[in-house]
C-alpha cells in the first residue's frame, strides 16, 4: 500500500498541480502586493478613498458591506488580468511556436475551380463538375 501511495505522489500530474498551486499562491501574493501598494493608492488619489471595505448601508438594523465586494472584484480584476497578461499570453505564444501544421492529406486535391476537397484520383468535381487534370 505504502508503495501505491508513493507511486500515486510522484506521478506527474499530481507533481505538476502542486507546483501549479505553489506558484499560483506565490504569484496571487504579488498581485496582491501590487493592488494594495500601488493600484489602490492610485484610486485613492482619484477618488479620495484607499479602502472601500467600510462603505456600507443599513436597512432594519441588516448591515451590507458593499464596500468589500467593491475591493474583492477590483482584486479579482487585477489578479484576472496580471494572469491574463503575464502567465496566458506568453504560454500561449510557446505553445504556438510548438505547434505544427498537419500534413496535406495526398488521398486529397482542391479543386481548380471551386477550391472544393475532391479525392486526388477524380477526374471531375464531384460539386461544380468541372474537369480536373
Do not use: W
Not at 438594523?61 to 480584476?77: P, Q, T
Not at 487585477?78 to 499570453?89: E, G, I, K, L
Amino acid at each position: 500500500m505504502l508503495k501505491d501511495f508513493k507511486a500515486f505522489l510522484l506521478r506527474g500530474n499530481v507533481v505538476d498541480l502542486a507546483v501549479g498551486i505553489v506558484v499560483g499562491v506565490a504569484f496571487g501574493a504579488v498581485v496582491k502586493a501590487l493592488i494594495d501598494d500601488l493600484i489602490m493608492p492610485i484610486i485613492a488619489a482619484i477618488i479620495g478613498k484607499p479602502d472601500f471595505s467600510q462603505l456600507h448601508f443599513v436597512i432594519h438594523n441588516s448591515v451590507f458591506l458593499y464596500g468589500s465586494f467593491i475591493n474583492a472584484i477590483i482584486n479579482f480584476l487585477s489578479v484576472a488580468t496580471a494572469v491574463f497578461f503575464f502567465v496566458v499570453q506568453p504560454v500561449n505564444k510557446v505553445m504556438a511556436r510548438y505547434r505544427s501544421e498537419p500534413a496535406p492529406d495526398p488521398s486529397i486535391k482542391k479543386c481548380q475551380e471551386c477550391l472544393s476537397d475532391i479525392p486526388a484520383e477524380a477526374r471531375k468535381c464531384a460539386f461544380c463538375a468541372s474537369p480536373q487534370v
